[in-house]
């Protein structure tokens, strides 16, 4: 099973709801992604979990709180959104060990999500 | 600041043709790999050349990478229509990290 899947795929959400989208993987691989993409854009990079621990955060604002509870999940609460957080929202995993970075990336399908 | 920079940022071919993109980068680098993304989905990996490699090839795919002028050239032979997508480059950032960092892509569309 090499897929990484996610849910929900579309989330329209209020600037006051609270939210969590989901990502899950069987593939054995113990770093997982958080990216964010804006149309037309590259991924960004949110955040990276490593054997189940938050490894790197890049400044993303508290109202994104990521979560590993084990080694095939991940989910990203979401809280007091704004409209411009609304973008697709990928997941990735990847293998972890040996020389970092040298292991591709498998994403999921992407949550689109919009903020009104 | 980004560290891997695609041109041409889009590119029309008819299908059978060739296409070339390719993506210049910045720092020192581990591996430099290519994805493809169709539209609105997540992303494919294509393949990943290590910074000691100077070719590879997968399929209809030749990727070639030097070091030197800190460019990568991904290749598509005998294009077709299904390879519609956005191509992106990502480098590791050298430095022990996992965080790989996506150039601004190349908008590839291929006309039957």
């Known amino acids: 099973d090499t897929e990484v899947t996610q849910t929900p795929k579309h989330l329209v959400m209020g600037m006051t709801n609270k939210k969590s989208l989901k990502c899950e993987q069987h593939?054995?691989?113990?770093?997982m992604y958080w990216y964010k993409q804006k149309a037309k854009k590259p991924p960004e990079l949110m955040f990276v979990?490593?054997?189940?621990?938050?490894?790197i955060n890049e400044s993303v604002p508290s109202r994104f709180s990521p979560e590993c509870p084990n080694s095939s999940l991940l989910n990203l609460h979401l809280h007091a959104l704004q409209p411009e957080d609304s973008a697709l929202y990928l997941c990735?995993?990847?293998?972890?060990?040996?020389?970092?970075?040298?292991?591709?990336?498998?994403f999921g399908p992407g949550t689109r999500l919009t903020v009104t | 600041s980004q560290q891997g920079e695609e041109d041409p940022q889009a590119l029309s071919i008819q299908e059978g043709e060739n296409a070339t993109m390719n993506c210049s980068y910045k720092?020192?680098?581990?591996?430099l790999q290519w994805y493809r993304q169709n539209s609105g989905r997540g992303l494919v990996h294509l393949i990943l050349?290590?910074?000691?490699?100077r070719e590879k090839h997968s399929g209809r795919l030749r990727v070639t990478l030097d070091t030197s002028k800190k460019s990568s050239s991904l290749l598509i032979t005998a294009s077709r229509a299904a390879d519609t997508a956005s191509y992106f480059c990502?480098?590791?950032?050298?430095?022990?990290?996992?965080?790989?960092?996506f150039g601004k892509g190349t908008k590839l569309s291929v006309i039957p």
């Open positions: 720092t020192s680098i581990n591996n």
């Open positions: 593939m054995g691989h113990r770093a």
């Open positions: 990735a995993s990847s293998h972890q060990g040996g020389l970092p970075a040298s292991y591709e990336q498998y």
């Open positions: 990502a480098t590791d950032s050298g430095a022990g990290s996992y965080q790989l960092t």
């Open positions: 979990y490593s054997y189940e621990k938050l490894s």
């Open positions: 050349i290590r910074s000691n490699e």
